[in-house]
């Protein structure tokens, strides 16, 4: 948190301006190059080893999926795919998964816990799990299927793109492990621009198809990928083609919200309307003369 | 009101019934909107913050049907449509005008077992949809894609439920007389003859 709670754009179950009173900071962003990457867990290890989670030790399913799962304590995951191109060829596709840091973040719009989640001036979509009430909406408004819930004490965790590193100049600690050079941090525009120069080199290499992986159904993302195939992103295990939040989410969070409320307060109002209009129904001396003469 | 001027109209049983299910409402209501609404989030603070909120509303809800089935199963012979609510809906701008004579409306006239089907069916959705999106209990089961489906059927049907209850609460207030049938179990013979004529007959027989 620290300096950058200044620069909060915004914060879940808020209807006022959050803190941000430096207004423009530059957006940041990770670059995940999966031409480059050998999938050696050293993020993953980094990871663990920085924010100080540990997983409890599951079995291996058969894969190098290990573990096979995003989890409350692990917050990114190598995930392995046996992709056979055209022509008997045999590709082995590895994709570091974990929060996206959308720019339109359905995790936030989801949360009904003011400020459990937030997002940052730089971009960064950050749970601050003191406020999380452990619902578990923002997993029905993540279209990348990325927060888990503990069972250790009920609250939401997801990769922070180390929030705390980033905010005193550092990288995050997955960029600082890769030994490749597969991951690549700084500003959003730096991030794009380099970018270019992999897919270029891409192309020349026979992956036509190599693009840029920065979903604009989400408003753009803080972690990008650099596809080989960029055609086929759901080939690097499901990773959507064309995701978004969900219209349900949108029309649970967008239309409802106010429409109902406004709904509840026009009835209240109608009856009370009507009362001082029209009165009310009262059974009268009339009535009661007509009931005593039937009786007899 | 002297005793010869009573019909009654509650058993014992069935105003505790009643009492039960509304405040197992209100309970869950408050507790409910504070998760649909940012502008209600403080009603959590009755709850004891957000978490407990999110952890009772669950089992208020779940009270709740429960308590709701003894309702059903009292009232639900005396909800069947006649040919006489059909008259009834025709004149319902005579009905909120005051102007209800003529009408020959039987224990319960169409508005209620129109509002008496609306809770049945609603309550039966929020339970469904309840327990898919229960955590951390019964939501890991579900596909998230349900997930979503079943977090908008369940504010919706809570909209619905709750609007029903406002009517519900104005009509009680604005026909005289009805509230102490839910408070004391009768009403004056005056007002059954004006507002449920056939109920009126059938008891005086
Ligand atoms: S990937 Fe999911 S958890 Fe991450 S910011 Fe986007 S919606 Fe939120
Ligand atoms: S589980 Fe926590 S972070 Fe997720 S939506 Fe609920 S309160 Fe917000």
Same mark, same amino acid.
């Given at each position: 948190?620290?300096s950058?709670?200044?620069?909060?754009? !915004?914060?879940?179950?808020?209807?006022?301006?959050?803190?941000n009173?430096?207004?423009d900071?530059?957006k940041?962003?990770k670059?995940?190059d999966?031409?480059?990457?050998?999938?050696?867990?050293?993020?993953?290890?980094?990871?663990?080893?920085w924010?100080?989670y540990?997983?409890?030790?599951?079995?291996?399913?058969?894969?190098y999926?290990?573990?096979p799962?995003?989890?409350?304590?692990? /917050?990114?995951? $190598?995930?392995?795919?046996?992709?056979?191109?055209?022509g008997?060829?045999?590709?082995? =596709?590895?994709?570091?998964?974990?929060? $996206?840091?959308?720019?339109?973040?359905?995790?936030?719009?989801?949360?009904p816990?003011?400020?459990?989640?937030?997002?940052?001036?730089?971009?960064?979509? #950050?749970?601050?799990?003191?406020?999380?009430?452990?619902?578990?909406?923002?997993?029905?408004?993540?279209?990348?299927d990325?927060?888990r819930?503990?069972?250790?004490?009920?609250?939401?965790?997801?990769?922070?793109?180390? +929030?705390d590193?980033?905010?005193? @100049? =550092?990288?995050?600690?997955?960029?600082?492990?890769?030994?490749?050079?597969?991951?690549?941090f700084?500003?959003?525009? #730096?991030?794009?621009?380099?970018?270019?120069?992999r897919i270029a080199?891409?192309n020349?290499?026979?992956?036509?198809?190599?693009a840029?992986?920065?979903?604009?159904?989400?408003g753009?993302?803080?972690?990008?990928?650099?596809?080989?195939?960029?055609?086929?992103?759901?080939?690097?295990? !499901?990773?959507?083609? #064309?995701?978004?939040?969900?219209?349900?989410?949108?029309?649970?969070?967008?239309?409802?919200?106010?429409?109902?409320?406004?709904?509840?307060?026009?009835?209240?109002?109608?009856?009370?309307?009507?009362?001082?209009?029209k @009165?009310?129904?009262?059974?009268?001396?009339e009535?009661?003369?007509?009931?005593?003469?039937?009786?007899? | 009101?002297?005793?010869?001027?009573r019909?009654?109209?509650?058993? +014992?049983?069935e105003?505790?019934?009643?009492?039960?299910?509304?405040?197992?409402?209100?309970?869950?209501?408050?507790?409910?909107?504070?998760?649909?609404?940012p502008?209600?989030?403080?009603?959590?603070?009755?709850?004891?913050?957000?978490? /407990?909120?999110?952890?009772?509303?669950?089992f208020?809800?779940v009270?709740?049907?429960?308590?709701?089935?003894?309702l059903?199963a009292?009232?639900? +012979? *005396?909800?069947?449509?006649t040919?006489?609510?059909?008259e009834?809906?025709? !004149?319902?701008?005579?009905?909120?005008?005051? !102007?209800?004579?003529?009408? #020959?409306?039987?224990?319960?006239?169409a508005?209620?077992?129109?509002?008496?089907?609306?809770?049945?069916?609603?309550?039966?959705?929020?339970?469904?949809?309840?327990?898919?999106?229960?955590?951390p209990?019964?939501?890991?089961?579900?596909?998230?894609?349900?997930?979503r489906?079943?977090v908008?059927? *369940?504010?919706?049907?809570?909209?619905v439920?709750?609007?029903?209850?406002?009517?519900?609460?104005y009509?009680?207030?604005?026909?005289?007389?009805?509230?102490?049938?839910?408070?004391?179990?009768?009403?004056?013979r005056?007002?059954?003859?004006? *507002?449920?004529?056939? /109920?009126?007959?059938?008891?005086?027989?």
């Amino acid at each position: 948190m620290a300096s950058q709670s200044l620069d909060i754009a !915004r914060r879940s179950a808020t209807t006022t301006q959050p803190p941000n009173v430096r207004g423009d900071v530059p957006k940041v962003a990770k670059l995940i190059d999966i031409s480059k990457c050998i999938g050696c867990k050293a993020c993953q290890a980094a990871c663990m080893e920085w924010n100080d989670y540990r997983d409890k030790v599951g079995t291996c399913n058969g894969t190098y999926n290990n573990p096979p799962d995003l989890d409350a304590d692990q /917050w990114t995951v $190598m995930r392995f795919t046996e992709y056979e191109p055209e022509g008997g060829k045999l590709e082995w =596709l590895i994709r570091k998964d974990g929060c $996206m840091h959308c720019a339109d973040p359905g995790c936030l719009k989801a949360c009904p816990a003011p400020g459990a989640i937030v997002q940052y001036g730089n971009g960064i979509v #950050d749970f601050h799990e003191e406020h999380c009430i452990g619902c578990g909406y923002c997993i029905t408004g993540c279209p990348f299927d990325i927060p888990r819930l503990s069972k250790k004490d009920g609250k939401a965790y997801k990769c922070t793109l180390c +929030s705390d590193r980033v905010a005193v @100049g =550092l990288e995050p600690a997955c960029i600082k492990s890769c030994p490749t050079g597969a991951l690549v941090f700084g500003t959003k525009d #730096d991030m794009i621009h380099h970018a270019e120069g992999r897919i270029a080199d891409l192309n020349s290499r026979g992956f036509a198809q190599a693009a840029l992986y920065d979903p604009k159904g989400v408003g753009g993302t803080h972690v990008m990928y650099v596809l080989p195939h960029g055609d086929k992103p759901e080939i690097y295990d !499901r990773l959507p083609k #064309d995701p978004g939040i969900s219209p349900w989410v949108s029309v649970w969070k967008g239309v409802t919200k106010p429409i109902l409320g406004l709904g509840l307060g026009v009835i209240a109002l109608g009856g009370f309307i009507h009362y001082v209009t029209k @009165g009310p129904n009262e059974a009268d001396d009339e009535d009661a003369k007509e009931d005593k003469h039937e009786r007899r | 009101m002297n005793a010869a001027d009573r019909i009654s109209r509650y058993s +014992s049983q069935e105003r505790a019934n009643h009492w039960m299910v509304a405040l197992l409402f209100v309970l869950a209501a408050l507790s409910g909107l504070a998760l649909f609404h940012p502008a209600f989030f403080f009603l959590s603070d009755f709850f004891g913050g957000g978490t /407990w909120d999110r952890i009772l509303h669950p089992f208020l809800g779940v009270l709740m049907f429960l308590s709701f089935l003894g309702l059903m199963a009292r009232f639900w +012979s *005396h909800n069947r449509y006649t040919p006489a609510d059909r008259e009834w809906l025709k !004149r319902i701008g005579d009905v909120l005008g005051n !102007r209800e004579e003529g009408l #020959d409306t039987g224990k319960y006239n169409a508005g209620q077992k129109t509002l008496f089907w609306v809770m049945v069916v609603t309550t039966i959705l929020l339970l469904i949809s309840g327990v898919i999106i229960w955590q951390p209990w019964f939501a890991p089961y579900f596909p998230i894609a349900l997930l979503r489906v079943a977090v908008v059927v *369940h504010s919706l049907s809570a909209w619905v439920l709750i609007a029903g209850i406002f009517v519900h609460i104005y009509a009680a207030i604005w026909v005289k007389g009805t509230v102490r049938a839910m408070t004391r179990g009768y009403v004056s013979r005056a007002w059954a003859k004006k *507002h449920h004529p056939a /109920w009126y007959r059938e008891i005086g027989k």
